[in-house]
């Protein structure tokens, strides 16, 4: 969304009625990671912010928790039924009154720059939409098992963004997009319909930058790691029960982008994001159906994994499910436990070595 030139000069002002930045947290479950979610947000060097906290569930823990910090002023708390992530967050919203909005998980800690390096960019050019950036993985105990990681690296991000020069969306549809915690300007936020509860069959963080970039917002990323996400068994990306689902709202997130923009910018039907979102799909479609005895819709999935990318890894597990699948299965816990020894000892070393 372009500002109105007449309007331009005006965004370079300050504007002190309103905060900056709003943060959007709903919070359920977490009453373990809340306040080291709240005092990472306190400690943010630039200050005019607010955060717009969500008990979403009516719990007196939760509501205790968040209200030893609504002394400050800039730390609002919203009670109300358990309506899921979009409807805590869009309550988080309505509630709002920041120039720019972003969401933030309940068990997620900023880096105390955040608001910092944001700001400077969004001051710098009063035309950009909307900000992203990198953060880092770490799993839940935070015990360096397996070790912290870049969130670019995870989804497979091949070059490091330019901060100086807007993203396109053919951008996105390669190399993915970024962090769920991003600032947007609110008039993008509505206009695209924000974290909307009536939209269940895309992933909403994903569909939201998806749709700004078609729309031709102004977007840049930023490659620092400004924030911390923990990877807890339970979350959507990890639980055995949950991660079909969650698989195939990402898929359908960018399914809808691609459906905007017909043919990517170097001419593929298809978008590398999307290719490898099915490769991971499919392997672990493949791993399933072996542990569960399944060995016809193990090898079927990992013909499919091949397809979408010609790789190794894919290779090796097609040839091993019609060569010896027991032996496979049998391997695969084995596997795991030493990759964790190898993942725990390393990141010990680490940590006594030093950067």
Same mark, same amino acid.
């Given at each position: ?53 969500v ?9 205790e ?25 869009? /309550? !988080? *919203?309505?509630?709002?009154?920041? &120039?720019? =909005? ?7 800690? @900023?880096? %105390? +720059? ?97 749709? /700004? !970039? *078609?729309?031709?917002?102004?977007? &840049?990323? =930023? ?7 923990? @990877?807890? %068994? +339970? ?40 290719r490898?979102l099915r490769y991971?799909h ?11 005895g ?62």
């Amino acid at each position: 969304m372009t500002s109105d030139p007449d309007a331009a000069p005006e965004a370079c002002v300050a504007d002190t009625t309103r905060p900056f930045l709003s943060f959007l947290m709903t919070a359920y479950g977490t009453e373990r990671f809340v306040a080291a979610t709240i005092e990472s947000v306190l400690s943010q060097t630039r200050t005019d912010w607010e955060l717009i906290a969500v008990d979403n569930g009516g719990s007196d823990e939760m509501a205790e928790i968040i209200g030893r910090y609504t002394a400050d002023p800039r730390i609002v708390l919203v009670r109300q039924e358990n309506k899921g992530i979009r409807g805590g967050v869009t /309550a !988080a *919203a309505d509630a709002a009154t920041g &120039r720019f =909005l972003c969401v933030l998980n309940s068990d997620d800690m @900023l880096l %105390p +720059d955040y608001c910092e390096r944001v700001g400077a960019m969004i001051d710098a050019d009063p035309d950009i939409d909307a900000v992203g950036c990198d953060g880092e993985l770490f799993y839940d105990p935070d015990d360096g098992t397996p070790p912290p990681k870049s969130y670019f690296a995870s989804i497979g991000r091949r070059s490091v963004p330019d901060p100086s020069r807007a993203v396109t969306l053919g951008e996105f549809l390669d190399e993915g997009v970024p962090l769920y915690i991003g600032a947007f300007r609110r008039e993008v936020w509505d206009a695209h319909r924000g974290f909307d509860p009536a939209t269940t069959d895309v992933e909403p963080d994903v569909a939201l930058w998806l749709s /700004a !970039a *078609a729309a031709g917002d102004h977007i &840049r990323v =930023l490659p620092d790691r400004l924030a911390r996400m923990r @990877l807890r %068994p +339970d979350s959507a990306s990890r639980h055995p029960t949950r991660i079909d689902d969650f698989q195939v709202r990402l898929l359908r997130s960018f399914q809808l982008a691609l459906a905007q923009q017909p043919h990517s910018h170097n001419g593929s039907p298809e978008s590398r994001a999307l290719r490898g979102l099915r490769y991971e799909h499919n392997l672990r479609r493949a791993r399933c159906s072996l542990l569960a005895g399944d060995v016809s819709t193990a090898r079927s999935a990992a013909r499919d994994a091949y397809r979408e990318r010609h790789t190794l890894r894919a290779a090796v597990v097609v040839a091993a499910l019609h060569i010896s699948p027991d032996t496979l299965r049998r391997v695969h816990p084995v596997k795991n436990t030493a990759q964790h020894t190898i993942d725990r000892a390393r990141w010990h070393i680490s940590r006594a070595v030093g950067p």
